[in-house]
């Protein structure tokens, strides 16, 4: 390693009650470098910027930043040291200005016009050096997802940071959108300045880091030369086996039309038209991909289709017969009794109830089946069996019903939802982001189980942001922007670049 | 951040090291009026559990804290905070009433029954309402219980001071009800079993109590309908998603929240003052939320922390009973020290803990 | 050895004041001793007996329904001399009590308990409502007089009563304003809201209000003195609150109801039965002192004080809505 290490870690160890997240970390990023740090979720990988980054106190270990040993007690202290953070979930108060969240918590003195001042001048240079446009008078939530980062980072620079370490940048990214962040962080490598890059996204590592770390089970298990490693090694060494990253798969067989969705318009609370006349089928024995950059209506098109959202006009159309209108307070049922499953995209918040034991989460839409208790009651022991079975059959872990769901991993967690809404053998399936936050070998998983899902003849839906996802796994592409179907690609004609175009809007379909 | 502690220490250390903050804090208040407090504190457990009346009266009120606590432990579930215990308690003591004085002609076995279920349901009528309000109109149910206990008041006092008042003393309270249409006190029970117990309000209403506090367990994590009600509190999309109706889910927790709050009259009215009198509520509604509170809206927890604030009124008026110098004002005080520490501050010794026990474990 | 040092600590506990044998006692209702109006008086004549006699009485203020017959059981078995109990409220407590210990002497203020060991002590607020109900429309310009109850129950509409009659005897077209506090007890300790309900009357052109509200009244009084009103007091002697602005107080003798009891039971002089205090027994009335001399010209004392004698006389009937139906 040559000079002294931007910032190092030495035994680094923290642990949460029983789990041991990290565990005795030694880290070294050198300065002016790209470090990326890979690893499944779980794997500690949070947990070790959260403590970079002053949230936690490590139970044992040393940080040094430029060589100086430094006590990092809180997020002042991380600023203070030069480290700046910006979130996967933004850190970001909506209804204030993009100044004023830039000032938040570094306002300058108790009267804020002073620090605005000051504030103005040098965030206008900063724009400019780095070419982070933002309207500093904008209310964040008015903001796309791009410019919410922006701001982010605008807000590290703007607290001095020299390091700044980056949690999942790309989860909301067009691939447009990635490369214009890449081209910033390269930027700021030639100006001697470090960065930590936290993805799941092996390709990037590839595309961006100088170096790679890879974390498992809150251990560093490698820490590599990009240049000198691929992404099936990483792979590897993250989940401890082989894995395939491509999904085996023969070409599809379609049979009848099982949905039709016909000119679906929806209309959100706030008076915003979400889906502006959606038209599509899928049939049974093939998987239909719904690629696009979220925000484009994606959402909003498997709520209406689950029976969660209303309809502004059109009509769905289901194994011939018209569903009845969604929106209403029995038409998620009526759609689940008609054998439509839903995987929502949002697990934690609709998919399962964190604060719930796995054997509730694993009925959740299912409670009023007879076989789980007797009359208005409700069995544990039957649904602990039927729990243990889900279990068993989708290889979660651990296979404990009792244990709270928000204990388990996300790839685990999916696996219940999956499981509970495979099980009641449904004629279609409708899933929203398959793997987003799942692990690399329960991706394989879930990917493996949609595909024998398809050959069993079934029909699934499946809407997705990760372009991988959407090219490993359908057989035809919609590709949704601005709430309409902005074009439809056979698999075999759809290269990335020619999605990314449809997905930011900008192609003549 | 979620800080895992040892169960026992989440459920027993923590609300101890709560309590005995209090009871410190306390103790400087008793010390700066110059009164020892190891003798107060002496005088407060002796009050609260010495002597078998005491017994009786602490039961007495902690019966009343398990009504009200249960309540707002059961809209807890559901995701609502039921601030209007108070209103409920009140308007149920109406349906009480009506049946105990209107079908006093009717033997005891069926009036008493019937005028139990009479509260109940004046009190779900009293909770449903602002349920409904929640659920259709999205008035906020905090400000709405709150609105209903003014309500219920000002109900109740006109027609205490103008329908169900006793004639013949201008009081503003009704007769009193026929011996059969009330609730079996203990020291009648006792004496029916051939033996003397001291007079107290202790009456049969704490088994009820009891039997509620089994209710809403088995209600809230043994039924399809319980399963609902907890799922619409912890998310109400995960809800929707499940095609379950938030809606009329949020209307009958708050009946049942109502109807365990009117439970409380069963005790006060047909077993304690044998008569509905103006304001028997005493606050016990309010105090049942920190009950709940520090009850962690488990119905072993309602029970225990009920008879923890049983102890505190009992024990407390035995203080100001013996010592004039602390007067009731004071006993306010403690108790208000108590649900800070216990209710407020729930939390404020968790990451102390936390950190002593994952030390302690750390070398394992 | 614990439990020795408990003992020791409760005994230490229990020395301190507790209550002397055949001291007599006392409970005040929830307004609590020091509300500046009924339950004051009755703490003043506890007092009084006090001073008179060297004797510190047992004294107990009660926050619920369950304290009152806990505290007054309490009194009379640790052989109180008598247990006075302060407010209609106490009325079946003093009644289960009672029977429970035939041979202690109980006194309640304010309501009537018919048991062979219990002295009721109630007083005719009417009539010395009727009276202050003259001064008002005898005072007021405007010919609009005001009233600031607590709660609306009963008694409170006692007082009322009396002084509508009272303000039409004087002024057969006075404007009787009238406004309760609110709908629950705290109503009879809101100065806040009193002083916003006589404001709003002073508004709607009152010029003299009369406050039964308890500590409310306090809030009436400031009220009255900030825009230049009149104000009448209840219960105690309320005039010297705000001399010029207080035009009198509806005096209500429960001092002298509570002394009577305490020094009747030290003397043997303490008989069990009704007691009815009107302005004959001098048990209510109204206050004229060198606070309110300036405000009471001696044509209006004199108009007072003959419907005074008229009352007593049974010339003039003033209406007690409490009376049994």
């Known amino acids: 390693m040559e000079g002294v290490a931007a910032l190092a870690l030495s035994g680094v160890d923290k642990r949460f009650g ?12 050198a300065p002016g470098s790209i470090h990326g740090i890979v690893g499944e979720n779980g794997a500690g990988k949070s947990t070790l910027m959260g403590v970079v980054y002053g949230y936690y106190r490590p139970d044992a270990g040393s940080i040094r930043v430029d060589g100086t040993p430094v006590d990092i007690a809180s997020p002042q202290d991380a600023i203070r040291a030069g480290i700046g953070m910006v979130h996967q979930h933004f850190m970001l108060v909506e209804t204030f200005t993009v100044l004023e969240n830039i000032l938040l918590g570094a306002e300058g003195g108790a009267l804020l016009a002073r620090g605005e001042i000051e504030a103005r001048e040098g965030l206008a240079r900063l724009m400019a050096e780095y070419a982070l446009d933002v309207d500093l008078d904008a209310r964040v939530a008015d903001l796309d997802v791009g410019a919410q980062q922006r701001v982010e980072i605008l807000k590290a620079l703007w607290r001095g940071a020299r390091i700044l370490i980056l949690d999942e940048p790309t989860a909301v990214l067009t691939p447009q959108e990635t490369d214009r962040l890449f081209a910033l962080l390269a930027k700021w490598r030639a100006q001697g300045r470090t960065v930590v890059l936290i993805t799941h996204k092996l390709r990037e590592i590839l595309a961006i880091t100088d170096r790679v770390t890879v974390m498992r089970r809150g251990a560093v298990v490698a820490t590599l030369e990009t240049a000198r490693t691929s992404q099936d090694e990483l792979a590897e060494l993250m989940v401890g086996r082989r894995v395939l990253l491509r999904v085996d798969k023969r070409a599809a067989v379609p049979g009848a039309e099982i949905l039709r969705a016909e000119n679906l318009r929806h209309v959100d609370v706030r008076g915003v038209e979400r889906l502006r006349g959606v038209s599509f089928a899928v049939h049974a024995g093939e998987i239909v991909g719904i690629a696009g950059v979220s925000g484009n209506g994606q959402s909003e098109l498997v709520e209406t289709l689950a029976g969660l959202k209303p309809l502004a006009g059109g009509t769905i159309v289901y194994k011939g017969a018209r569903l009845g209108p969604p929106g209403t307070a029995d038409a998620a049922r009526a ?33 009023e089946d007879g076989e789980l208790g007797p009359g208005p009651f409700l069995d544990p022991d039957a649904t602990r069996r039927r729990t243990a079975r889900l279990m068993a059959a989708f290889d979660v872990r651990p296979p404990l019903p009792d244990l709270r769901s928000g204990s388990f991993s996300g790839g685990n967690q999916q696996k219940i939802v999956l499981g509970r809404e495979i099980d009641r053998d449904p004629d279609l399936l409708i899933v929203g982001q398959p793997t987003r936050g799942v692990d690399i070998g329960a991706i394989e998983f879930i990917h493996r189980r949609l595909v024998a899902l398809r050959d069993a003849g079934k029909a699934i839906l499946l809407v997705s942001c990760e372009l991988d996802e959407i090219l490993s ?19 075999a004609g759809a290269d990335e670049k020619h999605l990314g175009l449809l997905m930011a809007g900008s192609a003549a379909a | 951040m979620t800080g895992d502690l040892p169960r026992w220490v989440d459920l027993g250390l923590l609300p101890l090291a709560n309590l005995a903050a209090a009871l410190l804090i306390s103790s400087l208040v008793v010390l700066a009026i110059g009164i020892d407090p190891r003798a107060a504190l002496a005088i407060l457990v002796h009050g609260a559990v ?46 009480a009433t009506l049946v105990c004085l209107g079908l006093d002609a009717l033997p005891g076995f069926v009036v008493v029954p019937l005028a139990i279920l009479a509260a109940a349901a004046f009190g779900a009528a009293w909770g449903a309402i602002p349920g409904w309000l929640q659920a259709r109109r999205g008035s906020h149910v905090v400000i709405t219980t709150i609105m209903f206990n003014f309500l219920a008041a000002a109900l109740m006092t006109y027609l205490l001071s103008n329908v169900l008042l006793d004639p013949t003393y201008g009081s503003p309270e009704t007769r009193r009800f026929a011996p059969h249409a009330t609730m079996w006190t203990f020291s009648e029970l006792a004496a029916r079993l051939g033996f003397q117990a001291p007079r107290s309000p202790l009456n049969a209403a704490t088994l009820l109590a009891l039997a509620a506090a089994a209710f809403v367990w088995v209600y809230v994590w043994r039924t399809r309908a319980g399963y609902a009600l907890r799922t619409v509190g912890a998310s109400e999309q995960a809800a929707r998603y499940a ?49 709940a509170l520090m009850g962690r809206n488990h119905p072993v927890g309602v029970c225990l922390a009920a008879l923890l604030f049983g102890a505190l009124y009992q024990g407390g008026s035995d203080l100001a009973f013996e010592i004039s110098t602390i007067n009731r004002d004071l006993v306010i005080v403690i108790q208000g020290l108590v649900i800070l520490f216990c209710g407020a501050l729930e939390n404020m010794f968790r990451p102390a803990l936390a950190a002593f026990f994952s030390r302690a474990k750390a070398p394992a | 050895m614990k439990n020795a040092a408990l003992a020791a600590l409760l005994a230490a506990g229990l020395a301190a004041p507790a209550m002397a044998q055949n001291a007599p006692a006392v409970t005040f209702d929830v307004g609590g001793k020091f509300d500046r109006s009924f339950n004051q008086a009755a703490y003043d004549g506890a007092e009084k007996f006090k001073k008179e006699t060297g004797v510190q009485y047992a004294e107990f203020e009660v926050r619920n329904a369950a304290e009152r017959e806990q505290s007054i059981r309490n009194l009379a078995r640790r052989g109180a001399s008598v247990v006075v109990a302060v407010g209609f409220n106490n009325r079946s407590a003093v009644e289960t009590v009672a029977r429970e210990f035939p041979n202690v002497k109980f006194t309640i203020i304010d309501s009537v308990v018919e048991l062979p060991n219990v002295q009721s002590v109630v007083f005719r607020e009417h009539e010395g409502s009727f009276l202050v109900g003259m001064l008002a429309a005898m005072a007021s310009k405007s010919g609009k007089v005001g009233f600031v109850g607590g709660m609306d129950i009963p008694l409170i509409r006692k007082f009322y009563k009396g002084y509508e009659e009272g303000a039409k005897y004087a002024n057969p077209k006075a404007d009787v304003l009238m406004n309760m506090t609110g709908t629950t007890p705290a109503a009879f300790n809101d100065p806040t809201r009193g002083a916003e309900l006589a404001r709003g009357q002073f508004d709607r052109g009152a010029d003299v209000v009369y406050a039964a509200a308890g500590a409310t009244g306090l809030g009436v009084y400031q009220a009255a003195k900030d825009a230049r009103k009149l104000a009448i007091g209840v219960d105690s002697n309320q005039n010297h609150l705000h001399p010029g602005t207080m035009l009198s107080s509806m005096i209500k003798r429960v001092d002298v109801a509570v002394y009577n009891a305490m020094i009747g039971a030290r003397k043997g002089t303490w008989q069990a039965g009704v007691t009815v205090l009107g302005l004959k027994e001098e048990g209510v009335g109204w206050a004229i002192d060198e606070f309110n001399r300036k405000l009471v010209t001696p044509e209006m004392e004199k108009k007072v004080n003959e419907a005074r004698e008229a009352i007593i006389a049974g010339k003039i009937k003033v209406t007690d809505v409490t009376a049994p139906r």
Not at chain 1, 475 to 482: G, N, Q, S, W
Not at chain 2, 60 to 68: D, E, G, K, P, S
Not at chain 2, 262 to 279: D, H, I, K, T, W
């Open chain 2, 243 to 291: 095609g379950i109706d938030p809606a009329r889910t949020v209307i009958v927790a708050m009946a049942i929240s109502g109807a365990l709050a009117g439970l409380m009259p069963v005790n006060e009215v047909m077993g304690s003052q044998q008569r509905m009198v103006l304001a028997f509520t005493g606050g016990y509604g309010f105090v049942g939320i920190a009950v």
């Open chain 1, 335 to 367: 759609v689940r009794h008609a054998h439509i499953a839903h995987v929502p995209e949002d697990r934690l918040r609709m998919g399962l109830i964190a604060s719930f034991a796995a054997r509730e989460s694993a009925i959740l839409g299912y409670h």
């Open chain 2, 50 to 95: 010495g002597y078998p009346e005491a017994w009786g009266y602490t039961l007495y009120y902690a019966t009343n804290f398990v009504f009200t606590g249960l309540a707002v432990a059961v809209a807890f579930h559901a995701g609502l905070f039921n601030i209007g215990g108070e209103g409920q308690a009140y308007v149920a003591g109406l349906g």
């Open chain 1, 473 to 491: 796994l359908a057989d035809r592409i919609l590709v949704m922007f601005d709430g309409r179907i902005a074009g439809e690609l056979p698999r």
């Open chain 1, 18 to 29: 029983a789990v041991h997240a990290n565990r005795a970390i030694d880290l070294s990023v």
